[in-house]
């Protein structure tokens, strides 16, 4: 349970759903579940990116008490800095990587997954049609699949 207090016992609880997921995510039952991990990992990449930058600033906000091991201060305040610029890179980096789980997320709520007890009609003259046999195939119309009796689920939109 989070203490919304505690980083380190937080980061801890945080690391542990992390690997869980990871452990749960291996196969999905319902590929229509995909849709909502996504969209739960946006919100936690946006969640790490502030406690980067978050971190970044505690970095520098304290450098006047930074020592190293020996009690060099100013060796202290550079390796404080030096955490905070890696820290704000992590940070950008993971605002890049929630662009590209944005985008997936877009992709992944226009897709209608079908009932798996729904055979999938094999490629056939009559769905993709060829002028001639050394031609490939032309991709097949809107409606070519109508009436194949798929039940589907689609979801529209995110929900974050």
């Avoid at 945080?14 to 996504?38: G, N």
């Avoid at 980096?93 to 985008?103: E, F, I, Q, S």
């Avoid at 490939?136 to 689609?154: D, L």
């Amino acid at each position: 349970m989070p203490t919304f207090q505690d980083p380190v016992v937080d980061g801890e609880e945080a690391c542990h759903a992390l690997r869980a997921l990871a452990h749960a995510t291996r196969t999905f039952a319902d590929p229509a579940q995909t849709y909502e991990v996504v969209g739960d990992l946006l919100g936690g990449l946006r969640s790490l990116e502030q406690v980067l930058d978050q971190l970044a600033f505690a970095h520098t906000s304290s450098d006047a008490i930074a020592r190293t091991d020996d009690g060099d201060h100013w060796a202290g305040v550079e390796e404080a800095h030096a955490a905070a610029l890696a820290l704000r890179r992590a940070s950008t980096l993971v605002a890049r990587a929630g662009l590209a789980l944005d985008r997936a997320s877009q992709h992944s709520g226009r897709i209608a997954w079908g009932s798996s007890a729904a055979a999938v009609p094999p490629v056939s003259e009559s769905v993709a049609p060829r002028v001639n046999p050394n031609d490939s195939f032309q991709r097949p119309g809107y409606f070519a699949f109508q009436g194949s009796g798929a039940i589907v689920h689609r979801r529209n939109g995110m929900s974050l």
